[in-house]
């Protein structure tokens, strides 16, 4: 099959906007979404803050049926899923249902689930837990809930490999769609914030905060640790010419996606980084794409001291004396870091840079760090026309993905 993958619908739930008008305004003016916590109670950690989405109310997206059985992960996704429809024009009936599929991208989801139901089971006997609660535990509860919302009978899949989950969906899908599995797909993402997660970072000392300013700042020498945030994304992808016969806008096409899984030791990273750096090469070559043609990369960089610096020399070391020209910048600045969301946030990010021609900024850049010496586009957006945008997504335990989407 010659089938070539479009992104022709975009929907957006981010800490710092809603719908990806105001989503792509918000990366432009350099806008944080980044607040104090108020969905638990903070006042016995060092963190206080999170990428939280505020006044986000389902019913607006989604009416208010079948919504008492929807945790907020569930109604964050189904909300952007409306918003990627409507904004693609895609009909979806009896007809092409079967045509349409969805892969979605979602690690931590389900665990306030999890251990809600557990902790009802041993306070109230298990002969007293609410069934209506157990579907909720299960890790493609989020994704089955979409397709039963929207009515898609095609194939669903959900991906849990946590940081690079977004762009490993991505790649399922493109796959389905180039083997003529599909037509069109829904690639989902989302992830919300919760106290059992809060928790789960916190002790391991993964959160700003704790040993330095609680402050998102990716590649500044302040850099301390990650501000966790929450949000949903979802791209309708489409083979090219299905989505010309119906008279779609189509904002840009998937270049390439390639992951490199790169197991080195539970929760560290490997400092050679060779998932990495194959990622981006493959994803480089496979799009045909010379370093000098490449006119942007969105980081994955979230604010890990390690991190910041391995995405750096990875960059380098790939891109060679291209490395200095290519500017580079961090969505986490004003987002946190989304896990299995972020990758989805970033090509929608990027296609906002290919629309309107802008550069979102890395915000809170203030102290240089020697180890991290490329052009960050510091505090504020840079105008200029962008073609090709490089999405990167990495994280500790050895998944590494990289995306090219262009115009």
């Not at 189904?78 to 918003?83: E, I, N, Q, R, V």
Request: proline content about 4%; overall charge neutral.
């Amino acid at each position: 099959m010659n089938a070539q993958p479009v992104i022709t619908g975009i929907g957006v739930i981010a800490p710092n906007g809603i719908g990806k008008e105001n989503y792509w305004k918000a990366l432009r003016e350099g806008t944080s979404g980044i607040r104090p916590i108020s969905v638990f109670e903070t006042a016995f950690f060092k963190a206080h803050t999170a990428g939280e989405i505020a006044d986000f109310e389902a019913e607006r997206f989604l009416g208010s049926k079948g919504l008492r059985n929807m945790d907020r992960s569930t109604r964050l996704l189904c909300s952007a899923t409306k918003l990627a429809i409507d904004d693609a024009g895609l009909q979806i009936g009896e007809n092409n249902t079967d045509d349409v599929g969805v892969t979605t991208a979602t690690t931590l989801s389900v665990i306030f689930n999890i251990s809600q139901f557990t902790k009802d089971a041993a306070q109230e006997g298990p002969q007293y837990v609410n069934p209506a609660m157990f579907p909720g535990t299960t890790i493609n509860s989020p994704s089955s809930q979409l397709a039963i919302r929207f009515g898609i009978k095609g194939f669903n899949a959900t991906v849990s490999t946590g940081y690079s989950a977004s762009l490993d969906a991505l790649k399922y899908s493109v796959d389905m769609i180039k083997s003529g599995r599909s037509k069109a797909v829904l690639v989902a993402a989302v992830e919300s914030l919760f106290f059992q997660t809060f928790v789960g970072f916190y002790k391991l000392e993964f959160l700003a905060g704790i040993k330095g300013e609680e402050l998102s700042c990716p590649f500044d020498k302040r850099r301390n640790g990650i501000i966790l945030g929450e949000g949903s994304c979802v791209l309708v992808v489409e083979d090219e010419e299905f989505a010309r016969s119906r008279g779609a806008t189509i904002y840009a096409r998937v270049a390439a996606v390639e992951s490199f899984f790169d197991p080195f030791r539970s929760g560290k990273y490997n400092p050679k980084a060779v998932g990495l750096k194959r990622s981006i090469s493959e994803a480089m070559q496979n799009a045909r794409l010379a370093p000098e043609k490449l006119d942007y990369i969105c980081a994955t960089a979230n604010s890990v001291v390690h991190q910041d610096a391995i995405e750096t020399a990875v960059i380098k070391e790939v891109f060679g004396a291209q490395a200095a020209r290519i500017p580079v910048s961090a969505t986490k600045s004003m987002l946190g870091e989304t896990v299995s969301a972020s990758g989805l946030l970033q090509i929608a990010a990027g296609i906002g840079s290919i629309q309107q021609g802008f550069i979102p900024p890395t915000i809170n850049y203030r102290e240089i760090d020697p180890v991290c010496d490329l052009d960050y586009v510091p505090n504020q957006a840079r105008q200029k026309k962008i073609n090709t945008v490089l999405v990167n997504n990495f994280g500790p335990g050895g998944n590494n993905a990289a995306a090219i989407i262009s115009r």
